[in-house]
T-cell receptor, first 115, second 116 residues
């Protein structure tokens, strides 16, 4: 079963709101990822968690705060976002083997609109 | 740094015909992996097929096959017997290994439209 789930599917928030995006996988994967995707563009990596530790932060603004409570869950906490942060946020997971065969499987995404 | 180039912004194909989506890459690493993903309008990125740099044969997965030409640094996706449900954005990607993890480097994507 190659399923990654994300909630909510859609989110509308104001610039002063605090919200969280959630991602879950039950494939026993040890690496989890957050990507941001603007319309008609490829996904851009934001964060990587490897064995529940933050291993890569692609210079993402501090208004985005990731959290990995356990090996199956990944959260993205949002605070004081800007309208330009409106995008599709994709979560992915992989075995994290460190080999070139390591394949990332994506969730359905959360469409975020910041008003 | 690794780079993926997809030169076809959009493609049309008649239902039941085959179509080739182009992908070229640039890397100095001798070991690498290439991936193709499908993204329908719903947004989910669906993994289609993987090709390793040392694989002797071209990868195949059902109606999907990868035309891997290492010397030309190309990894084109071939979809046989196109179906209406194949209409989507298709991304070619390469895995980039970093010091503390890895990430996918994506091409710009190709929008495929299947006509009935």
């Amino acid at each position: 079963d190659t399923e990654v789930t994300q909630t909510p599917k859609h989110l509308v928030m104001g610039m002063t709101n605090k919200k969280s995006l959630k991602c879950e996988q039950h494939m026993g994967h040890r690496a989890m990822y957050w990507y941001k995707q603007k319309a008609k563009k490829p996904p851009e990596l934001m964060f990587v968690y490897s064995y529940e530790k933050l291993s890569i932060n692609e210079s993402v603004p501090s208004r985005f705060s990731p959290e990995c409570p356990n090996s199956s869950l990944l959260n993205l906490h949002l605070h004081a976002l800007q309208p330009e942060d409106s995008a599709l946020y994709l979560c992915a997971s992989s075995q994290g083997l460190g080999a070139s065969t390591d394949t990332q499987y994506f969730g359905p995404g959360t469409r975020l609109t910041v008003l | 740094a690794q780079k993926i180039t997809q030169t076809q912004p959009g493609m049309f194909v008649q239902e039941k015909e085959a179509v080739t989506l182009d992908c070229t890459y640039d890397t100095s690493d001798p070991s690498y992996g290439l991936f193709w993903y499908k993204q329908p309008s719903s947004g989910e990125m669906i993994f289609l097929i993987y090709q390793g740099s040392y694989d002797q044969q071209n990868a195949t997965e059902g109606r999907y096959s990868l035309n891997f030409q290492k010397a030309r640094k190309s990894a084109n996706l071939v979809i046989s017997a196109s179906q209406l449900g194949d209409s989507a954005m298709y991304f070619c990607a390469m895995r980039e290994d970093l010091e503390y993890g890895n990430k996918l480097v994506f091409g710009a994507g190709t929008i495929l439209r299947v006509k009935s």
